[in-house]
């Protein structure tokens, strides 16, 4: 059986700061990270690795050249093989265009059984390239998935809801987006961190996935960002003064004039 899992180099998003002064972003020594809900899908697959040594565990992501330290650090915690899909011609990619560069990827491996990916990417955020994905090979989905079990040729999911979870059983090969309640993710061993330096990282262009680059990067995406820009910052907090009720009595009023109640 092999397993497939989509990963994604992204800043960390919890180093990045906003600059008081100009209100703009301090990128400045933010490092690169995998993914959080990539490692947990990597988790997912490599708990099923530890059950039966024969399944492959892969990993595939569509990035720079930079992206190669990622897929090392997957590498590291136990993943089989690595590909990096790395082409100027890739570069300016809405998710439209990711995701139809990440499904040529994953044809060119082949013979996927099982195809994991993160819910969301914490830079772009927008939780549509695992989707996308699917419907491009033409794979039955799930998204959200915090448990699964594989009984036989399908897999037996639980999918995240607001208030709860909902079962349902999806016929392998499919494709399963993780949320961060699955599992929680290894650490890499000093070891393992040697031994994937050792490994060879698959590096694709354009060609080697059979795109034509009129298909991929920013010449397929169907939107543009047009402007960026750092959210104002919050308003000043306000204190309120006086006995409990007449700050009460205040504050319905600030809440009054909002239109808030
Ligand atoms: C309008 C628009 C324009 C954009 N223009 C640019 C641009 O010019 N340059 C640029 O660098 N980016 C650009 N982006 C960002 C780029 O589209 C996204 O980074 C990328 O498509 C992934 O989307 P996401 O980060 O929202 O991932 P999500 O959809 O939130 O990610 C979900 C999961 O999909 C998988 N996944 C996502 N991306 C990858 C990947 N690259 N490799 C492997 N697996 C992956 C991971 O498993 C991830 O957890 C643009 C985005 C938009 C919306």
């Known amino acids: 059986m092999k397993i497939l899992v989509c990963v994604k180099q992204v800043p960390d998003t919890n180093e990045v700061k906003i600059d008081?002064?100009?209100?703009?972003?301090?990128?400045?020594?933010?490092?690169?990270?995998?993914?959080?809900?990539d490692a947990n899908a990597l988790e997912a697959a490599l708990q099923m690795k530890d059950r039966d040594p024969e399944i492959v565990v892969d990993v595939i992501t569509m990035g720079p050249p930079q992206a190669g330290y990622m897929l090392r650090e997957c590498l590291a915690m136990g993943a089989d093989h690595a590909y990096l899909l790395s082409d100027r011609a890739f570069g300016g990619a809405d998710t439209c265009a990711t995701s139809t560069t990440i499904a040529a990827g994953i044809k060119k491996v082949g013979d996927v059984d099982l195809i994991f990916a993160g819910r969301q990417a914490i830079d772009g955020d927008t939780a549509q390239v695992g989707p996308q994905v699917a419907q491009r090979l033409g794979l039955p989905e799930v998204s959200y998935v915090q448990h699964y079990e594989v009984k036989g040729n399908a897999v037996e999911v639980q999918r995240q809801?607001?208030?709860g979870y909902e079962v349902l059983e999806v016929q392998m090969p499919c494709l399963l987006t993780c949320v961060k309640e699955l599992n929680t993710p290894r650490y890499m061993s000093v070891g393992s961190?040697?031994?994937a330096y050792q490994k060879e990282i698959t590096v694709w262009n354009h060609e080697d996935v059979e795109l034509d680059p009129r298909d991929c990067g920013l010449n397929a995406s169907p939107t543009q960002v047009f402007r960026s820009f750092t959210p104002p910052q919050k308003g000043k907090g306000e204190m309120l003064?006086?006995?409990?009720?007449?700050?009460?009595?205040?504050?319905?009023?600030?809440?009054a004039e909002k239109h808030l109640v």
């Open 193 to 195: 961190i040697v031994d």
């Open 161 to 163: 809801l607001e208030d």
């Open 20 to 37: 008081p002064v100009k209100g703009t972003l301090i990128r400045e020594g933010v490092p690169s990270i995998l993914n959080p809900d």
């Open 241 to 255: 003064s006086g006995t409990v009720e007449e700050m009460a009595g205040k504050l319905v009023e600030k809440l």
